[in-house]
T-cell receptor, first 112, second 114 residues
């Protein structure tokens, strides 16, 4: 089952902040965040691992609540280049490794 | 430069035809994945492979087939059994099998049934 993202879409003015949430019905081992421009490949933003380790870009921040099976991505002082669709990916672990299951996406538009 | 390459960028298929989408990576990654993207539905996993000569079905494998004969290559065949194949297809790879590192995505193939 796909993680659920909210909101589905958000419109911002340059300089405003936004929070994108990701919630899973399954236990989260780690959460990935990606941003995709229309017709392009998704680009990596951040990984949040169990135990609090984070890997990603300095200007992006996120949280990971393992107990609540939730993650949030924080976009501050938004720029026009932040526009795109944001996806969270939840890691499901199997004997042979893991697979990444993505949410349905949050479309972010930043206006001048 | 290292990366992941998908071809072709655009593909047109007649009904009843099988078509194969190419995915090649020179990142020396063990794991490779195929996702399908439809508007409003995010990225849905079709197949994934953790090692050569082994692959697993994802959530929407029906009507698709894959092979993993070489570490660098993970082609996807869309068969005539796939009833609604028009979509944007993305291939990805990652270093390990546990996704503790980022996934790298190709530029995608847009498949249209005509």
């Amino acid at each position: 089952q796909q993680p659920v993202q909210s909101p589905q879409a958000v419109i911002l003015r340059e300089g405003e902040d936004a929070v994108i949430n990701c919630s899973s019905s399954k236990a989260l081992y780690s959460v990935h965040w990606y941003r995709q421009k229309h017709g392009e490949a998704p680009v990596f933003l951040m990984i949040l691992l169990k135990g609090g380790e984070q890997k990603g870009h300095e200007k992006i921040s996120a949280s990971f609540n393992e107990k609540k099976q939730q993650s949030s991505l924080y976009l501050t002082a938004s720029q026009l280049s932040y526009s795109g669709t944001y996806f969270c990916g939840a890691l499901e672990i199997y004997n042979q490794g893991g697979k990444l299951i993505f949410g349905q996406g949050t479309e972010l538009s930043v206006k001048p | 430069d290292g990366g992941i390459t998908q071809s072709p960028k655009y593909l047109f298929r007649k009904e009843g035809q099988n078509v194969t989408l190419s995915c090649e990576q020179n990142l020396n990654h063990d794991a490779m994945y195929w996702y399908r993207q439809d508007p409003g539905q995010g990225l849905r996993l079709i197949y994934y492979s953790q090692i050569v000569n082994d692959f697993q079905k994802g959530d929407i494998a029906e009507g698709y087939s894959v092979s993993r004969e070489k570490k660098e290559s993970f082609p996807l065949t869309v068969t005539s059994a796939q009833k609604n194949p028009t979509a944007f297809y993305l291939c990805a790879s990652s270093i390990g099998r546990d996704f503790s590192h980022e996934a790298f995505f190709g530029q995608g193939t847009r498949l249209t049934v005509v």
